[in-house]
């Protein structure tokens, strides 16, 4: 008997469904010992515009995650859960694909905080997949914020939807387009997810976040 096929969506954590940057701001504040309103909302690479930069910043990440949990006590991206739930129950396979594995020796930590996060906030997943290289793990269509992210994606001709923020506003929109926050994103997912039904033979879902009658039991 042959599997019915699912449409998988790839979705990044950091800075696409978590707010990363927020929590890191907040961390940065105590390790500088600067007034968090005085560091810029928007970060420069390396963080040097909030007294870290690039020689400092592996220790300063090891202390965020080792030390305050950054992984577990972000803030969701506004209106991702949800939007992420309702697609979800309309039959999509969410695959979260994150590169948190970046600092040796607390990978086990890492995981379990991403883990603990997901679960907190009711984000469905079939897959956790951490990788550097997300073009190697399949799907129909991606969701991401970084740009070193979107234009592998792109090179390997992947289909991406880019979530907009001040890092990459000087990107083109591309084939997947550019969504100005989550409910946008979730309008864009879903115009592509009827158009793979379609094409596969199969109903859409009765209503927004309702789970079609061939949907099966799962995450």
Same mark, same amino acid.
């Given at each position: ?67 305050? %949990? ?11 859960? !949800? *939007?992420? +739930?309702?697609?979800?129950? /309309?039959? @999509? ?44 793990? %399949? ?11 979107? !234009? *592998?994606? +792109?090179?390997?001709?992947? /289909?991406? @939807? ?44 009765? %209503? ?12």
């Amino acid at each position: 008997m042959t599997e019915r096929p699912h449409f998988v969506l790839g979705l990044d954590l950091d800075g696409t469904c978590a707010d990363f940057y927020g929590r890191m701001r907040e961390i940065a504040s105590e390790w500088t010992r600067q007034p968090l309103e005085s560091l810029p909302v928007e970060p420069e690479w390396g963080l040097g515009n909030w007294g870290i930069g690039m020689d400092n910043y592996a220790r300063f990440h090891r202390f965020a995650v080792t030390q305050r %949990g950054l992984f577990e006590t972000m803030k969701p991206i506004v209106d991702a859960p !949800q *939007a992420i +739930r309702r697609l979800g129950m /309309e039959g @999509i396979r969410i695959r979260i694909i994150t590169h948190r594995l970046i600092i040796r020796y607390f990978h086990e930590v890492a995981v379990q905080q991403t883990v603990r996060w997901l679960d907190y906030w009711s984000i469905p997943y079939w897959d956790l997949c951490f990788m550097r290289d997300k073009g190697e793990v %399949g799907a129909d269509l991606y969701v991401e914020d970084s740009p070193e992210n979107i !234009q *592998a994606l +792109r090179a390997r001709n992947k /289909e991406v @939807i880019i979530l907009s923020n001040p890092t990459n506003k000087e990107l083109a929109p591309g084939p997947g387009g550019q969504a100005d926050g989550w409910l946008a994103a979730e309008e864009m997912i879903r115009r592509r997810y009827y158009d793979w039904l379609e094409g596969h033979d199969l109903a859409r879902p009765p %209503g927004v976040g309702r789970e079609p009658d061939w949907a099966t039991d799962g995450p």
